[in-house]
């Protein structure tokens, strides 16, 4: 499992764009990039998976660089109930590579 | 009706007492796992459990015991509690142990040992 390095915590203003970046620079080349949000009280949900370029779905867009080494969860327009923190998870998608721990995570505010 | 649903939500109970946390899922899931959050917020593996099989053992003190009596459930039982045991338990599930999917959680048992 690649080690992650995200930043501690990030605020951000209602109708913004953010931007979470995570560093793993030891990525495998079979390893898949997946973020996960959490609410306070709740399990872990998944948002958004790739392995390289750019992923976009209903609720994010996932920006990966042609080296690999870092990835960007990007979450247009926040409003306050993205409010959340928002692990980066790097892992093979084949068995044996059920992820161990999951890192402290990005903590989000989204401030009115 | 939820995914991953977990009983109970709050357990609060005395140092040296044996309790059990419930599990069930309704996904058609393969793949089992606990998952425990310490106070630092980090989220480590217990166990997982693929079609009824142990598969990750993640040096969990032998207190802790999980049973699954089928695919769709997979129990935890903590005999002797300690102080150290107070931490939210999440159960989780992936259609395989590949998980290309990604993992399903529920929403955690806050176990509080006093």
């Known amino acids: 499992l690649a080690k992650t390095t995200q930043p501690i915590s990030m605020d951000s203003y209602e109708g913004q764009e953010v931007n979470i970046t995570c560093s793993h620079n030891?990525?495998?080349?079979?390893?898949?990039i997946t973020w996960y949000q959490q609410f306070p009280s709740q399990g872990p949900r998944f948002i958004i998976q790739?392995?390289?370029t750019k992923v976009t779905n209903e609720v994010a867009s996932l920006f990966i660089p042609a080296d690999r080494k870092s990835s960007t969860l990007s979450l247009p327009r926040v409003s306050l109930s993205d409010t959340a923190v928002y692990y980066c998870?790097?892992?093979?998608?084949?068995?044996?590579?059920?992820?161990?721990?999951f890192g402290k995570g990005t903590r989000l505010s989204v401030i009115a | 009706d939820t995914a991953v649903s977990q009983t109970p939500k709050y357990l609060v109970t005395q140092m040296g007492n044996d309790k059990s946390i419930k599990c069930e899922q309704n996904?058609?899931?393969?793949?089992m796992y606990w998952y425990k959050q310490d106070s630092k917020k980090f989220l480590k593996i217990m166990f997982s459990?693929?079609?009824?099989?142990?598969?990750i053992n993640e040096t969990v003190p032998n207190r802790f015991s999980p049973k699954s009596p089928d695919k769709a459930h997979l129990n935890l039982h903590i005999n002797s509690l300690e102080l150290g045991d107070s931490a939210v338990y999440f159960c989780?599930?992936?259609?395989?142990?590949?998980?290309?999917?990604?993992?399903?959680f529920g929403s955690g048992t806050r176990l509080t040992v006093v």
């Open positions: 989780a599930s992936s259609q395989d142990l590949a998980a290309n999917y990604g993992y399903t």
């Open positions: 030891n990525i495998a080349t079979n390893d898949y």
């Open positions: 790739g392995y390289k």
């Open positions: 996904l058609g899931h393969d793949t």
């Open positions: 459990y693929n079609n009824k099989e142990l598969i």
């Open positions: 998870l790097v892992a093979g998608r084949t068995s044996g590579n059920t992820p161990l721990v």
